[in-house]
């Protein structure tokens, strides 16, 4: 059974910093791209960054581009999302997500709201 769990949000002030992690489980994780979506208030998912499972291709939404870091560790099947130069527009439910050839799965997701 694959399991996806996120952790690492909460609330931050602008220009503030957030590291999110997520936790991979029943998977290969090392054969797998990794994505990180995110859900504001009222909107639909969207994407955010993704990984390869070497690491040496990463991809980012125009919005986030120079301020977050997506990374992975293979050897402990963790994703992660340094956000750094939070703003007020980056509030929202962030989600992990891979595809097999399978299924698509989805973490439960981490709340970050970006407020003074």
């Known amino acids: 059974q694959v399991q996806l769990v996120e952790s690492g949000g909460g609330l931050v002030q602008p220009g503030g910093s957030l590291r999110l992690s997520c936790a991979a489980s029943?998977?290969?994780?090392?054969?797998?791209?990794m994505f990180w979506y995110r859900q504001a208030p009222g909107k639909e998912r969207e994407f955010v960054a993704s990984?390869?499972?070497?690491?040496?291709?990463?991809d980012y939404d125009d919005s986030v581009k120079g301020r977050f870091t997506i990374s992975r560790d293979n050897s402990k099947s963790m994703l992660f999302l340094q956000m750094t130069s939070l703003k007020p527009e980056d509030t929202a439910v962030y989600y992990c997500s891979t595809s097999t050839h399978e299924a698509t799965y989805w973490g439960q997701g981490t709340q970050v709201t970006v407020s003074s």
């Open positions: 990984i390869i499972s070497t690491s040496t291709i990463t």
């Open positions: 029943g998977i290969a994780f090392d054969s797998y791209a």
